[in-house]
Nanobody
C-alpha cells in the first residue's frame, strides 16, 4: 500500500499562484509515475500532469505553460506549482501514484480561484 498526503490548496484570486504538495509513504518501491488529476463540480476527473521515473513530464493542454510538476525522488514528494490561475481551474485536486498493477489516490485538496 501507498499512502498519499496532500497539502496546499486554498482560495486565490485569478492570476495568482498556488503550490500543492503530495508526500508518498509506505510501499513506495517501484513507483513508476506520480502526478495530479482534478475534478470540478459536475465534471469528470481529468488528468493535469505527471512525472515519470526517469525524468519525463506530461501536461494537459489546458495547463501547459502555467503549471509545473517538480518531483523530489529522495523525499518521495511531487508538487504542483500553479501559476496564472483562472476561475476554470477551480476543482478538487488529487495526487496519484502509479505502480505496476496499481494506482493510489490522495484524499484531494480544494483549489478555488475567484474572478
Amino acid at each position: 500500500q501507498v499512502q498519499l498526503v496532500e497539502s496546499g490548496g486554498g482560495l486565490v484570486q485569478a492570476g495568482g499562484s498556488l503550490r500543492l504538495s503530495c508526500a508518498a509513504s509506505g510501499s513506495i518501491f517501484g513507483i513508476y509515475a506520480m502526478g495530479w488529476y482534478r475534478q470540478a463540480p459536475g465534471k469528470q476527473r481529468e488528468f493535469i500532469a505527471n512525472s515519470i521515473s526517469g525524468g519525463s513530464t506530461n501536461y494537459a493542454d489546458s495547463v501547459k505553460g502555467r503549471f509545473t510538476i517538480p518531483r523530489d525522488n529522495a523525499k518521495n514528494t511531487v508538487n504542483l506549482q500553479m501559476n496564472s490561475l483562472r476561475p476554470e481551474d477551480t476543482a478538487v485536486y488529487y495526487c496519484y501514484v502509479n505502480k505496476p498493477g496499481n494506482i493510489y489516490w490522495g484524499q484531494g485538496t480544494q483549489v478555488t480561484v475567484s474572478s
